[in-house]
């Protein structure tokens, strides 16, 4: 009988790319074509509540019942003329996925029936908030939730082969009012991030009203045979191969990145960038990435929570786009060990309403003094709270990344490039004039600061947080995560950070001092309380651990602690001061994360049972069944076979290791499920129950190496990386 993974090889190898077509050969003919956007909400609506609509979403003003009514209607006329049939809310719980409860436009009304969709529709809807993570905040018996319409992100029309859906972004909350999602927290830190920006913004630019963060995210993914993937439990179930050895050919060559896409592959990147483009997600690149069979898609940026909406969408939109080209999609950090990782780098900057960049340095001193506070205040603000944003990146995937020589290391960095850190240097050993000279210059013994070129230094890829010339990137982002989480920090750390700064320059002012000496003073004051968070060296060396360690920078390597910055006293004031968390919000999130943790810890544990179980040990055994029969056989004739002895010794040791180490952990994991106290729980998974993993791996790998091929059940590395 043929096993799985010969059959699967074969499916693999006679695939045939559909085929697929772009409606039309320029973008621009479809490119938000599903997208309730600008342009369709004018077709649709009254000049009066389209201008009430576009307030709320540049001011956040409130819409009324009856301008709620008419949007309904005018967003139900547009979706049904483009053939939809039903709606959602479609919201982002803390399951790190995205969620939606369908309902159709349809009514029973008289003899009859009629298409309705009510404006309280549209605002509210109240799936059942039982089943998702809450923390402790809600009960099992409780069940209420609610939805409520975000009309910064717009609705959108989701296609499949069995119709079209109205989706409309929506925030989640509890019955009592607390978040029960990711977007709520960030609508609230972006908003006090906006108020603060503006305030600080004043002192430069009296024209500006509004500040927007902006984020491009660079989406990292794999992709395997969907035959291939199906045959390996491992991948099914967890999202990374927990077996494998590392194929003879893995990325040594460095002939994958940047390569030629295969036609495989192209055409199905092709397929899904139509569809994102039709949803208004604005791809810009594509390309192979370091590693075998792995990939990278980056739009252009974009206001920050649309961005984000729009990468979740682009997740699930990939997933689902590759089943049509029997792909599958690994999003997992780590999926295959030996080489490289995923990551989803989120490039973040400040826009002002009228078009600046405040991360972009000026031609003026003026300009550049107005970017030195926004650019030292973010410095500052990720010196302050460095444990808190490494929190905001921790997941049980992302520690199998961070630090692993393809990615930054969980001490938190930041990277400036020689010629800013030059003239941070010297504003910081600088003596600050009193009086303005004639000249403008604000202080004695520096130049001007040189206009900085775009990307004007190497780009450090060891760093976490590095400037790339007009906007900072956090590289530490893991590509499975929803970034709404370290947004939320970084905007919210920046928020206070701008507050106390204009509430010190302030101070200097009615002190008497001049408001450009005033700034500067604050500036220079930060540079140098800040100076130990930036690093231009390589991240990867022993020499960096042993350096930030006398630093006093964390290098929190696991996720259970890493975690335990939500809880500081420090953390506490940060999202009291800025709105976003209520001390029981907080705590629920962090038990949310804890259990996320350990739970993934459990099934990956239960997976490397189960396969080692039922696959890899039956088929060790057979092959071994088969040697020590051909040793019989060679006896019988008078022939000694020393190879074939050591070879069945060898097994033998391998899956006596495996087999006492797999029953260990399962008792090692009963002990571990018996701990009440969450963050215990999740700590001793990761200290206990994991230090099996590599042992068990290790050994079941020497299997693979040593097995009649032909009899090895998964699918090895070089199927899984090679084959597209």
Known sequence: MKSLRTIALKEAQNRISPEVKSPSAKISDFFGANVFDKK?????????????LISSINQGELINSDDANQIATAMKAWAMSAGATHYTHWFQPLTGTTAEKHDSFFEPSGDGAIEKFAGSALVQQEPDASSFPNGGIRNTFEARGYTAWDPSSPAFIMESKAGKTLCIPTVFVSYTGEALDYKAPLLKALAALDKAAVDVCQYFDKSITKVNASLGIEQEYFLVDESLFNARPDLL?????????????????????????????????????????????????????????????????????????????????????ARRHHFRVLLHEKPYAGINGSGKHNNWSLITDTGKNLLAPGKTPKNNLMFLAFFVNTIKAVSEHADLLR????????????????????????????????????????????????????????????????????????????????????????????????????NAIMAEQLVKFKAEVDKLIKKGDKKDIALLTV???????????????????????????????????????????????????????????????IHARHEIMLENFYKKLQIEAR???????????????????????????????????????????????????????????????????????TREKAIAYDEKVKSYFDIIRYHADKLEQIVDDSVWPLPKFRELLFMK
């Open 40 to 52: 369709k909400m004018r077709d649709f609506l009254s000049k009066d509540v389209y201008e009430k």
């Open 237 to 321: 179930l967890t999202g990374r191969a927990l077996f494998g050895h590392m194929s003879a050919k893995g990325q040594q060559l460095e002939d994958h990145y940047f390569g030629s896409i295969p036609e495989r592959v192209f055409t199905y990147m092709v397929d899904f960038e139509n569809e994102a483009l039709k949803l208004g997600i604005p791809l810009k690149t594509r390309h192979n990435e370091v590693a075998p069979s792995q990939f990278e898609c980056a739009p252009i940026y974009e206001e920050i929570n649309l961005a984000i909406d729009h990468n979740q969408l682009l997740m699930d939109l990939m997933e689902k786009v």
């Open 391 to 490: 929190a905001s990146i921790a997941s049980v995937s992302n520690d199998h990344r961070l630090g692993a020589n393809e990615a930054p290391p969980a001490i938190i960095s930041i990277f400036l490039g020689s010629q800013l850190n030059d003239v941070l240097d010297e504003i910081e050993h600088s003596r600050i004039s009193k009086k303005i000279k004639e000249d403008n210059a604000l202080w004695l013994g520096i130049p001007k600061i040189p206009q900085i070129l775009l990307d004007n230094t190497d780009r450090n890829r060891t760093s976490p947080f590095a400037f790339t010339g007009n906007k900072f990137e956090l590289r530490a982002v893991g590509s499975s995560a929803n970034s709404s989480a370290p947004m939320t920090i970084l």
């Open 523 to 585: 500036i220079k004051k930060y540079i140098k309380e800040s100076k130990s968070i930036r690093f231009e060296g390589n991240g990867y060396s022993q020499e960096w651990e042993d350096e930030a360690a006398a630093r006093g920078l964390s290098n929190i390597k696991t996720t259970p602690k890493a975690l335990d910055a939500y809880l500081t006293e420090k953390s506490a004031d940060l999202f009291a001061s800025t709105n976003i968390y209520s001390k029981r919000e």
């Open 607 to 677: 997976v490397m049972g189960e396969v080692a179980n039922t696959a890899i040990i039956p088929a060790a055994i057979a092959y071994q069944n088969s040697l020590i029969e051909n040793v019989k056989g060679l006896k019988e004739l008078g022939i000694e076979s020393k190879s074939s002895l050591e070879i069945v010794k060898k097994l033998s040791e391998h899956l006596d290791i495996v087999k006492s180490n797999i029953d260990a952990m399962l008792e090692e994991r009963k002990v571990t499920n018996k701990i009440e106290d």
